[in-house]
């Protein structure tokens, strides 16, 4: 298995390529394609199939990426005066 900033460096955020959201090494295939895609159901193979330009290390970049968003996610606790 490739180390976290090698699967990473396979996110890449460019501006110029879908309006700047996170995609897959430079592709027009989002970050967020791939997850909606796969929690509505498709399997990475059908994914393989529809995309031939992906690789399966694309999938487990994509994951290490999200990790790193959830991981820096705080929930803080909100008081509301009465």
Known sequence: MSNIED???RITV???IMVGKPTIRGMR???EQILRALSGGL???ELLEEYPELEKTD???VF???TT???EEQ???VRVSA
């Open 7 to 9: 699967l990473l460096s």
């Open 14 to 16: 460019n501006p110029r």
């Open 29 to 31: 295939i989002t970050v």
């Open 43 to 45: 399997s990475e193979k």
């Open 59 to 61: 999938f487990q970049a």
């Open 64 to 66: 290490a990426y999200v």
């Open 69 to 71: 968003l959830v991981e």
């Open 75 to 77: 929930v803080y606790p």
